[in-house]
């Protein structure tokens, strides 16, 4: 997949702009606060309509401005231009046109223009709790599977209605109706994560040892609230939980409660890894999502880099540059280049203030 051009209006700090890129490795230089994100972030939405940054869309239309709009023309792995337009308000109405084609459900959208994006926000998906890591593992085989997309839908429509029945002290046949569609879908979920879970494992292990030149053993592993094989076997634990369910008004036990850990040498890395091996983790964790969705979809993923690098030692960041898959658009931002002597392989654009301008 490959991102020929950006026309882009009104998105945070940017009023207009127009932009072609005709290589693989585009870096946007410029001082902190000028925009460099911003385009990252908006290219990023072209591939599942949320930005990296944060949730929903507050924010992201320019001041004073009513809607931002963005055309999008990219060349796919099978030698296709296809092209994207999104437009939206601050609040409220999104329109999403594919190859000119309206699209009104995202589960019809996601992972026709995988990206992966490396920023120093990641790093909360180690040392913070585990929402992120769920919604990290749920947007990746969302983009991979709709069958995954359209169980999770259910599930959290679902969890949302017997909620509200908690609340009111439903009745055991109101709850069972609900527990019902719970169970067939939370079985799904869990099966699809136990077995996702292992390759990507294995693949961030790769990529980790090839960032530290060490031969560390790292891994993810699975850490569900309930291990369910069955649809009967959940139902059980809902009858077995209503009572206390009904006490604090919501479902305490489910896959949205699920978790998983990063391992190095088999200890968490979240109390033994040192900073520079959590930034490692999670590099690698994301060269992994890569390498996931590629194979998945048979389609090659464009990577966005936020200023990642500055936050590595030499040796990693040296390590990262060689780890980059040759065959992917890579979007970098930075201050500076990644290190010195490297302006000639990158198709660098100078931003200031919300303009760019090819260097």
């Not at 634990?237 to 190095?264: A, Q």
């Amino acid at each position: 997949m490959r991102l020929l051009s950006l026309n882009l209006e009104n998105f945070r700090n940017v009023a207009e702009v127009s932009l072609n890129f005709a290589g693989d490795r585009i870096f946007f230089l410029g001082a902190n606060g000028q925009g460099k994100t911003n385009l990252l972030e908006a290219i990023g939405l072209a591939g599942n309509l949320r930005s990296f940054r944060k949730s929903g869309m507050d924010g992201l239309v320019r001041d004073g401005q009513i809607r931002s709009q963005t055309y999008y023309r990219f060349l796919d792995d099978y030698g296709d231009e296809r092209e994207v337009f999104i437009s939206f308000l601050s609040k409220g109405e999104k329109i999403l046109e594919v190859d000119g084609v309206r699209i009104s459900r995202l589960g019809e959208h996601l992972g026709n223009f995988p990206m992966v994006t490396l920023s120093s926000r990641d790093f909360r998906l180690i040392r913070e709790g585990p929402s992120d890591r769920r919604r990290w593992l749920d947007l990746l085989l969302s983009s991979s599977s709709t069958i995954y997309f359209r169980h999770l839908q259910a599930y959290t429509r679902s969890l949302r209605e017997r909620n509200a029945l908690l609340k009111k002290q439903a009745s055991e046949g109101e709850l069972l109706a609900f527990e019902k569609s719970l169970a067939n879908h939370a079985v799904e979920i869990y099966k699809m994560r136990s077995n996702s879970l292992p390759a990507v494992s294995k693949s961030m292990e790769k990529s980790f040892c090839s960032l530290t030149d060490e031969k560390e053993q790292s891994m993810l592993r699975y850490v569900p609230d309930l291990s369910i094989e069955s649809s009967e076997e959940y139902l059980e634990k809902m009858v077995e939980n209503r009572s206390r369910d009904i006490l604090t008004g919501s479902t305490r036990k489910g896959p949205h409660r699920d978790d998983f850990l990063f391992l190095l040498r088999e200890r968490d890395a979240r109390i033994y890894a040192s900073e520079g091996q959590q930034r490692g983790l999670i590099l690698a964790l994301r060269l992994a999502e890569f390498s996931y969705l590629k194979e998945i979809l048979g389609r090659t993923p464009i990577i966005l880099a936020d200023d990642v690098l500055v936050e590595l030692d030499s040796l990693r960041r040296a390590n990262f540059r060689k780890l980059l898959p040759p065959d992917a658009q890579v979007f970098a931002t930075g201050t500076a280049y990644p290190s010195e002597n490297e302006s000639a392989i990158w198709e660098t654009f100078k931003v200031i203030e919300g303009n760019f301008s090819l260097l």
